[in-house]
């Protein structure tokens, strides 16, 4: 009992449903309810003095049992709690990118020919003469694979470092400086998901750009390696890491950031008292407002990563000679804009709806009152 007691981390969060105070906490609140079973159980410990009682009621917001459903089993911060997180992962980036995969051809190709794709709408028009309907899902397979890989990564190691940067911390400072652990939790998962994603991303980019290159992945995949062999598939690998690390912390802080404040100014209720739609609801409202701050902090190494993808043996200067750093930061970003808000709610949707599904809570929304921090860190 004592080791699962430890598992669930951080403590000021969640604590074991079986441990003596919980215990008495739900004997108290539910003593209404079920007086037969509490007074059975308060007859065999002491009356705690009326003060102690009080104060173990006003606790209610935030000491709650383990977020797991009977007959579910997942246990928070186990090895199924990430396995769990990590396959959450695949289903919101890979499924959401792929959906998405007519919006990036057309933003790819802005930012690549802007005198011939020099809209949304004409671009949209430009691929449906020139490619008809098949050719806005081109490059569907290395988006769906390079961005499940991604996903699995993003998410399953965000849950992992979230825990073990406020493990170092300890509970204090951990709720005093939240926000640093989303954000170095974010980023250190971000270094390795980008790592999966390259390739695939590399050979999407000249897949979408460059017509007649390749069909897809199965002849795109070798004939990139054969004409700049495996070290060009992560030549954008920096630009890469660019754009995507702080597009996910801003991503992750933003979303945790966003969703308590809705939890705490917009919504009367507590978040466990909430149903499951309306916290699925939150989800994605969070994060499409944090899709949206994302798409402008990425934006400029976004339009990196297209033009090095895509033209062989091309510099960080020549991309920045030819667009020009006005160009990086304005090029194609309306329309990332929408993407982008678009997708990072749908994924936190997603992911989010699949914790539901296997019994653990939704991300964020939780957040511990500083006396309660302090006395917890004490006893």
């Known amino acids: 009992m004592e080791s699962r007691k430890h598992s669930l981390i951080p403590s000021f969060l969640y604590s074991s449903s079986s441990s003596p105070r919980s215990l008495l906490l739900d004997q108290v ?30 606790r209610k917001n935030f000491l709650i049992a383990s977020p797991t459903e009977p007959g579910k089993g997942i246990e928070m911060y186990s090895p199924a709690f990430y396995a769990a997180c990590t396959f959450g992962g695949i289903l919101s980036c890979g499924l959401t ?19 011939k794709y020099k809209s949304i709408s004409s671009g949209f028009g430009i691929l449906m003469k020139e490619q008809g309907v098949k050719g806005f899902f081109r490059g569907w397979v290395p988006t769906l694979l390079g961005y499940s890989a991604q996903g699995a990564c993003k998410f399953g190691f965000y849950e992992f470092f979230k825990k073990y940067y406020s493990d170092l911390a ?32 590399a050979v999407k980019v000249r897949v979408q750009t460059q017509p007649g290159f390749a069909r897809g992945m199965s002849d795109g ?12 598939l992560y030549k954008g690998l920096g630009p890469l890491w660019g754009r995507q690390i702080p597009y996910t912390m801003m991503k992750f802080a933003s979303f945790e ?26 989800s994605f409202a969070g994060g499409y407002v944090a899709g949206v701050f994302c798409a ?16 062989k043996g091309a510099t960080v200067g020549d991309a920045v000679k030819k667009i020009g750093l006005l160009g990086l930061f304005t090029r194609g970003l309306p329309l990332r804009i929408v993407m982008i ?39």
Do not use: R
Request: with cysteine; hydrophobic share 40%; net charge neutral.
């Open 170 to 201: 300890g509970p204090e400072y951990t709720a005093k400086y939240k926000t640093l652990i989303y954000l170095a939790g974010s980023a250190s998962a971000e270094v390795i998901a980008d790592i999966a994603l390259c390739p695939f991303e």
């Open 296 to 311: 402008i902090v990425s934006h400029p190494a976004d339009n990196l990563v297209s033009f090095l993808n895509n033209a």
């Open 341 to 379: 808000g678009t997708l990072t709610g749908a994924q936190w949707g997603l992911y989010d709806a699949f914790k539901v599904f296997v019994g653990l809570p939704t991300t964020g929304g939780v957040a511990p009152a500083p006396a309660i921090v302090a006395a917890e860190a004490k006893a």
């Open 29 to 58: 609140l539910n003593s209404n309810s079920n007086a037969a079973f509490a007074s059975s159980n308060l007859e065999k410990s002491p009356s705690p003095a009326p003060a102690k009682t009080a104060t173990m009621v006003s």
């Open 257 to 282: 950031t966003i969703v308590e404040m809705i939890y705490k100014y917009a919504i009367p209720n507590p978040k466990h008292e909430c149903s499951k739609g309306l916290q699925l609801g939150v």
């Open 221 to 232: 995949f070798p004939k990139f390696v054969k004409s700049e062999g495996y070290g060009g």
């Open 97 to 115: 990118h792929m959906t998405v995969t007519p919006l990036d051809l057309v933003k790819c190709n802005m930012q690549i020919d802007p005198t």
